[in-house]
């Protein structure tokens, strides 16, 4: 997740993510309201609506 994040210039939320254990299998299931609890404000939830769809994460990893 932390490289998926990073190559979407998304890394301010990589604490949260690993935090809250969210990985490639949690991630396409979030809501706009799950993204609000984890910090993402409503503006940048889109982003990772279209992201998570566009650019699928392909492993487990924060690495």
């Avoid at 609890?37 to 650019?55: I, K």
């Amino acid at each position: 997740m932390g490289f998926w994040l990073r190559r979407l210039g998304l890394e301010q939320y990589e604490a949260a993510f690993r935090e809250n254990e969210i990985d490639d299998t949690v991630l396409p299931n979030l809501t706009a309201e799950d993204l609000k609890d984890l910090g993402v404000p409503s503006s940048r939830a889109t982003a990772f609506s279209v992201a998570s769809e566009e650019y699928p994460v392909t492993h487990h990893s924060y690495s």
